[in-house]
């Protein structure tokens, strides 16, 4: 089991800029979660898909973001245009069954953003 | 919403002696709880889960236990040793969704 896979593990990006994370969930995990922490909020949840469709996406930010899930084994968490605020660290987390039915999270080891 | 408060302070034991970790949680009653250690640079990784209708579970030298009624879980660690120097999640099941606490560290001196 290789785990949760996130790329690329640190990005640097100048202000205005696209960014690109993406992620690879545990094979058969049917959710897929997108956090981001720092320092001042803690980790907080952006948006989570099921079966590739997004459920909820009430925590990102703004219009700049946006995230897709083209199939089972693929996500992507989008920043256009990048601002300094969003440097944070981002994670990606997959799971059998949703909060509901109390599985636990696997989390990806994160990409840390830099936005200068 | 719901609000989750954990010791916003850095615990600092010695090794062997139990750690004691709060965990409150205010304007939800969720199904169940779990905790979380995360180590710089890596992603959260989970370590117990409870449910609203257990009182106590444990996993080796882990025991977490949920009061339902004062909202609060406490997370212990027997036997502490340094190796066990991390930041402890909380974490309520929010309808589909995880809602985590801002983390307590913890550091075990030998």
């Known amino acids: 089991d290789a785990g949760v896979i996130q790329s690329p593990r640190h990005e640097v990006t100048e202000m205005g800029q696209e960014v690109t994370l993406r992620c690879k969930p545990i094979?058969?995990?049917?959710?897929l979660f997108w956090y981001r922490q720092t320092m001042m909020r803690g980790l907080e949840l952006l948006i989570y898909?099921?079966?590739?469709?997004?459920?909820?996406d009430s925590g990102m930010p703004e219009d700049r973001f946006s995230a897709k899930m083209p199939n089972a084994s693929f996500s992507t968490l989008k920043i256009q245009p990048s601002e300094p605020r969003d440097s944070a660290v981002y994670f990606c987390?997959?799971?059998?069954?949703?909060?509901?039915?109390?599985?636990?999270?696997?989390f990806g080891n994160g990409t840390r953003l830099t936005v200068t | 919403s719901q609000k989750i408060e954990q010791n916003s302070e850095a615990l600092n034991i010695q090794e062997g002696k139990t750690a004691t970790l709060t965990c409150n949680y205010t304007?939800?009653?969720?199904?169940?709880l779990q905790w979380y250690r995360q180590d710089p640079g890596r992603g959260p990784v989970f370590l117990l889960l409870?449910?609203?209708?257990?009182k106590e579970k444990r996993k080796e030298r882990l025991k977490v236990t949920f009061d339902t009624t004062l909202k609060q879980s406490l997370f212990h660690i027997t036997a502490s040793q340094p190796a066990d120097s991390a930041t402890y999640l909380c974490?309520?099941?929010?309808?589909?969704?995880?809602?985590f606490g801002a983390g307590t560290i913890l550091r075990v001196k030998s």
């Open positions: 987390a997959s799971s059998l069954a949703g909060g509901a039915g109390g599985s636990p999270l696997h």
């Open positions: 094979s058969g995990h049917d959710y």
């Open positions: 898909f099921n079966n590739n469709v997004p459920i909820d």
């Open positions: 304007n939800y009653s969720p199904a169940y």
């Open positions: 409870i449910r609203e209708n257990e």
């Open positions: 974490a309520l099941q929010y309808g589909n969704k995880l809602v």
